[in-house]
């Protein structure tokens, strides 16, 4: 392999891979070492890998070392640019409107919604707070990042006025915190961020009453900003889930800790299950308030908590004196050496191909008209059906549950005239920030019930869940979020309280992932995250509670 000279001093040999070996003098930094590197690319480098750990561009290289660099068409990269984006925004916020205070809410669509507390900005208040965040990146301000004691980090936040992140710092067991300065401005953030404000090329602002939408590039397309796509009714379910958050006096993490540490968690988890109950039966009054209704179908991303969920509302059907059955598309799998494969060459069982729809639409047909038909019952282990299946009917008019990946598609139920099925989306839409700058994105929440569940139930440890994940979620891009504007309603399963409950359970599992794996860079950043929250027992759960699916001690079977 040639050896790359980058300086006449010699001492130390950085590998970077796919690259080639780098002879530096120790303690250059690898915003200063992949400069020349990364203008040669067609992107910039977002941080390095070392050692199965991920380091900012901030980190000084003091001794022989291998890297691999990220770039924003990698998950990691591109919360590192999103995130660095929004520290502009911020910033740019704190010049012009200096006694507002812009809260970083949740993703919607492709874009990052954010909104002023008490205050909703004009089209031109965000034309102006757009021209100021280029004016920065014109600028090309350092980014620096310091190492204070959590002492002066609580000052030095006071005095800005950030009360949440004060609080935020006070449960922290460190006694030292990294924080980021921007001209002046000084924030904290529980990820990485790029080292200089010239490094954002791409970015958009848009006016989304009462907030504002903030764009940047897409890690499959991160040379550019894509048109924004527009989901009201998810935007509809994430204000409703702003309600609840308020309702529980949940603004952020702070004030879950302050209710957990002074002992008032019981009833924070009564009225938050109480929320959930009272959704689910005005959705079942919903159904059963239109006779044409036959099908109800229940989709969603993996570890919504789509079992417990359709549980429930059938219990609430029930109440409401009608008498649904349950058909499972698992069944309707077509045999195993049939599947269609991906593009790797593995089975897809996600595919819809993968589904005997002919046959599974020709049964709801006839039972939606009254008949008995024989559906099949799959054998998992064989990869195919048992030679007899089960005999099921569904009494006159009463709803058929289906649950799965693609009952919010159409063709699933091609047979089927749309005005005899009602579509339910459902995912765990966390109504929590980490404080007003720190979002906890949906996607970690629901990587963390399925690492505890994966564990409890199926036997795989956390290092085969988050190896497992980015194929999880390339299935839930390509069959459930196209279609989840599709659904006549949605039902957020997140749950104030859940992450200080899952913490007990997902941190060991999370710490056997030793830095000798790759998936020790995902596991490292979840354990910092889970920091955050103050553990809480589960003894005050309900056993119908949809966290239960994922902890354990569920009166369903799931």
């Known amino acids: 392999m040639a050896i790359n000279s980058y300086s006449q001093d010699l001492p130390i040999t950085v590998n970077i891979k796919d690259i080639g070996d780098y002879l530096v003098k120790p303690g250059i930094t690898a915003a200063d070492l992949v400069k020349d590197i990364a203008s040669a690319g067609p992107y910039p480098v977002m941080a390095i890998i070392k050692g199965n750990t991920l380091y900012d561009l901030h980190h000084v290289l003091n001794q022989n070392c291998e890297l691999e660099l990220v770039y924003p068409s990698s998950e990691a990269g591109m919360r590192i640019y999103r995130r660095t984006a929004a520290f502009l925004l911020i910033k740019a916020c704190r010049e012009l409107y200096p006694d507002k205070t812009l809260a970083i809410k949740h993703s919607l669509s492709n874009g990052l919604y954010c909104e002023f507390i008490g205050y909703q900005p004009s ?176 989709s969603g991303p993996s570890s919504s908590g789509k079992t417990t969920f359709a549980q429930r509302l059938l219990i609430q059907l029930r109440v409401n004196g009608r008498r649904p059955v349950s058909v499972s598309l698992d069944d309707y799998f077509i045999d195993r050496d049939s599947t269609p494969r991906d593009e790797n060459g593995d089975f897809d069982f996600e595919a819809l191909e993968a589904l005997k729809l002919d046959l599974f639409n020709d049964h709801l047909l006839r039972l939606i008209q009254g008949e008995e038909v024989e559906t099949p019952s799959y054998n998992f282990k064989a990869g195919c059906c048992e030679v007899m299946g089960r005999r099921t009917r569904v009494p006159a008019g009463e709803p058929i549950i289906i649950e799965g990946i693609h009952g919010l598609n159409e063709h699933l139920t091609w047979s089927i005239p749309r005005e005899q099925k009602f579509k339910i989306y459902i995912s765990a839409l966390t109504q929590l920030n980490v404080d007003y700058s720190n979002r906890i994105p949906t996607t970690d929440s629901r990587l963390l019930r399925r690492i505890v569940r994966d564990s409890r139930t199926r036997g795989y440890n956390a290092r085969a869940t988050l190896n497992r994940w980015s194929s999880v979620r390339r299935g839930e891009e390509k069959n459930i979020f196209p279609f989840q504007e599709n659904a006549d309603v949605m039902f957020n399963s997140s749950l104030v309280y859940e992450l200080s409950v899952l913490r007990p359970y997902a941190e060991p599992l999370l710490r056997e992932i030793g830095p000798n794996y790759s998936e020790h860079v995902e596991a490292k950043r979840l354990l910092k995250f889970l920091s955050y929250f103050q553990p809480l027992d589960s003894k005050d759960i309900p056993p119908n509670s949809i966290i239960r699916e994922f902890v354990g001690g569920s009166c369903f079977d799931v």
């Open 123 to 298: 089209r031109q208040d965000i034309i102006t707070l757009e021209k100021r965040m280029q004016g920065i990146i014109t600028d090309d301000l350092p980014i620096n990042k310091l190492t204070v004691s959590k002492e002066e980090a609580c000052n030095i936040f006071a005095r800005q006025g950030q009360m949440d992140k004060v609080k935020l710092l006070e449960f922290r067991d460190k006694g030292h915190v990294h924080i980021y300065e921007l001209d002046g401005f000084y924030e904290y953030f529980y990820g990485y961020m790029l080292p200089s404000t010239g490094m954002l090329s791409q970015f958009r602002l848009l006016n989304y009453p009462p907030g504002l939408i903030l764009q940047t590039p897409e890690k499959d397309e991160p040379g550019k900003v894509v048109k924004y796509l527009p989901q009201p009714k998810l935007s509809q379910v994430f204000y409703e889930a702003k309600k609840w958050a308020e309702m529980l006096d949940t603004p952020h993490v702070a004030a879950l800790n302050d209710i957990i540490t002074s002992g008032r968690a019981g009833d924070l988890i009564r009225v938050n299950e109480a929320l959930h109950e009272k959704k689910i039966a005005y959705i079942a009054d919903r159904i059963c308030a239109d006779p044409n209704i036959r099908l109800v179908l229940i």
